[in-house]
């Protein structure tokens, strides 16, 4: 029988992983999308797009479609739906692999300040800086909005959600950025601080580069750790090779 594998999406390395598997005689793939982007890019294979209720409604869903292995390549920061993949996973009995690109390291020249929230960000920015670049995403930005004293440029691909620091510009923008256009920002806005979650992806990066370059502070929201057990690769060329060795015998 032809193998069905779903893919948790909504990263560049999804939609790889899901272009790889599509080009394979057989192979069907369902690539699932949590829907908060109006217009993500172009994803080979099925698509849906939605929760699933959870990690029992998970298991239903899997089940019922008849899933024969699961690939959580969601964006690192996408606690609730890694937990429940691994969750429903176990009551299924289905293999899973979390594909989680490599976090940032800082280099001997950086000036970062590893924090485990955004609660914790918000509370050591004043001691850092006064102008912010916020690049966190569009949620979360309640966190900040205490800080009245404190003027922000915030950056995300999606109108961010309210509450908002009171002195707040918004910028809508979608990477790759290069070092250049994210050191004529943080030039043009007076920025003496940066924010940003450790997302790991190449295309954000820049803004790290240029950080260091001016010599500013970045703060570093750390990722939430994986649940307990999960198999990790770092990229979808190891999702292809781990899902290949289910496949022999």
Do not use: Y
């Not at 598997?21 to 099925?46: F, I, Q």
């Not at 691994?86 to 289905?94: E, F, H, I, P």
């Amino acid at each position: 029988m032809s193998p069905h594998i779903l893919v948790l999406g909504g990263t560049t390395e999804a939609r790889e992983l899901a272009t790889e598997l599509t080009a394979r005689p057989g192979t069907k793939v369902t690539t699932s999308l949590a829907g908060r982007v109006a217009r993500p890019g172009a994803v080979a294979g099925d698509v849906r797009v939605g929760g699933f209720g959870g990690a029992r409604g998970l298991a239903d869903w899997l089940r019922e479609h008849r899933v024969d292995a699961v690939v959580d390549a969601t964006h690192p920061f996408a606690e609730t739906i890694t937990a429940n993949a691994a969750r429903a996973a176990t009551a299924t009995g289905l293999p899973l692999v979390v594909l989680r690109r490599p976090g940032w390291r800082p280099g001997p020249h950086d000036d970062w300040h590893p924090v485990p929230s955004q609660a914790a960000a918000a509370d050591l920015l004043p001691r850092l800086g006064h102008r912010v670049l916020l690049t966190t995403g569009r949620l979360g930005l309640a966190a900040f909005a205490h800080l009245t004293e404190l003027r922000f440029v915030v950056r995300s691909v999606e109108p961010p959600e309210p509450p908002m620091p009171p002195h707040t510009r918004v910028l809508l923008a979608r990477g790759p950025f290069t070092v250049a256009d994210e050191t004529a920002l943080l030039r043009d806005h007076r920025v003496d601080v940066l924010v940003t979650k450790d997302s790991g992806a190449a295309a954000t990066s820049a803004k790290l580069t240029a950080a260091r370059d001016l010599g500013l502070p970045v703060v570093v929201v750390r990722r939430p750790p994986l649940p307990d057990g999960v198999t990790v690769v770092p990229d979808a060329a190891a999702a292809l090779h781990w899902l290949d060795v289910l496949d022999r015998p």
